[in-house]
């Protein structure tokens, strides 16, 4: 199961609004705003899947490629290591 997505975004501001809007219509909402994260959860919940707006790490253009990242859930570390 994917546990989360990062969204690259080179202006948060303006993106909040986009994805609050887009978002809320299937009923996720933001329950998270810190520094250069923004997170949405189903009904504003942290306690599953989760989509995150953030700038890219690397202060670059957000782009498909960079601020785009994909996160996995895994039960033990030895799924991680097989799962690498």
């Excluded at 303006?14 to 329950?31: E, H, M, N, P, T």
């Excluded at 601020?67 to 097989?82: L, S």
Aim: charged share 15%; hydrophobic share 40%.
């Amino acid at each position: 199961m994917i546990g989360y997505l990062t969204i690259g975004a080179a202006d948060l501001a303006q993106s909040k609004f986009f994805y609050d809007a887009v978002l809320g219509a299937i009923g996720w909402k933001r329950f998270a705003e810190q520094g250069s994260f923004i997170g949405y959860g189903l009904g504003g919940r942290n306690d599953g899947q989760s989509i995150w707006l953030c700038t890219p790490y690397d202060g670059k253009e957000a782009r498909a490629g960079n601020g785009i990242m994909v996160g996995f859930d895994a039960a033990t570390p030895e799924q991680v290591h097989a799962f690498y």
